[in-house]
């Protein structure tokens, strides 16, 4: 599985774009790249994934450059209800497991 | 939406008892999960379980714990003899088949605490 590398923690404000960018330098071939998003007390619930170039839905876009080694999530004009943490996750969709890492806390202020 | 669902929310027991956590997985996925979060950490891997039988467990899912789908519904975690650090969120997943487009979904956890 490669290693990820997320901020620890964000700060924005209501109706600004959040991005943040995941390293993983050490991705396979095989691999696709997966955010998830989790409020306190909840479980993990997806958001978006891919595995290269962009990907957009409802919620976020996610951009991931020709070399595969980063990938940012792109959050449009967040507001409160987007205050969670969101984990960058790096694997082969035929893994049984996923395994997260600390995430990075997204804090949006009024 | 389809969901997973879970019981119960919350379940407060003694050291040393036996606790059964209970997940209802999306109808018509084939590979089921169970993860923990203790306070304050990052969601573990605890097991995986497809055709009724494990696929993968991790270091944690020692022998007091166990899994099992006893019907067609239910899927559920049991952890036999409860020790202080089985405190935690116990999250069940499940997901519909492998590929690159089917993710897992998480329930929204039992809180355990083992006193």
């Known amino acids: 599985l ?8 964000m700060d924005s404000y209501e109706g600004q774009e959040v991005n943040i960018t995941c390293s993983h330098n050490n991705i396979a071939t ?11 007390s909840q479980g993990p619930r997806f958001i978006i994934q891919g595995y290269k170039t962009k990907v957009t839905n409802e919620v976020a876009s996610l951009f991931i450059p020709a070399d595969r080694k980063s990938s940012t999530l792109s959050l449009p004009r967040v507001s409160l209800s987007d205050t969670a943490v969101y984990y960058c996750l790096v694997g082969d969709l035929n893994d ?14 009024a | 939406e389809p969901e997973v669902t879970q019981t119960p929310s919350h379940q407060v027991t003694q050291m040393g008892q036996e606790v059964i956590l209970r997940c209802v997985p999306i109808s018509n996925h084939l590979y089921f999960y169970w993860y923990r979060q203790i306070l304050g950490q990052k969601v573990e891997f605890l097991v995986s379980f497809y055709n009724n039988e494990i696929s993968e467990k991790s270091e944690i899912f020692d022998d007091q714990f166990s899994v099992e789908r006893p019907d067609g519904s239910n899927f559920t975690l049991k952890i036999r003899s409860t ?6 969120m116990y999250f069940c997943a499940s997901r519909r088949g492998t ?17």
Do not use: C, H, M
Request: glycine share 8%.
């Open chain 1, 2 to 9: 490669a290693k990820t590398t997320q901020p620890i923690s």
């Open chain 1, 96 to 109: 049984y497991k996923l395994s997260f890492g600390a995430g990075t806390t997204v804090t949006v202020r």
């Open chain 1, 30 to 40: 095989n691999d696709y790249i997966t955010w998830y998003q989790q409020f306190p």
């Open chain 2, 99 to 115: 590929g690159w487009a089917e993710t897992q979904y998480f329930g929204p956890g039992t809180r355990l605490l083992v006193l």
């Open chain 2, 83 to 88: 020790k202080l650090e089985d405190s935690a």
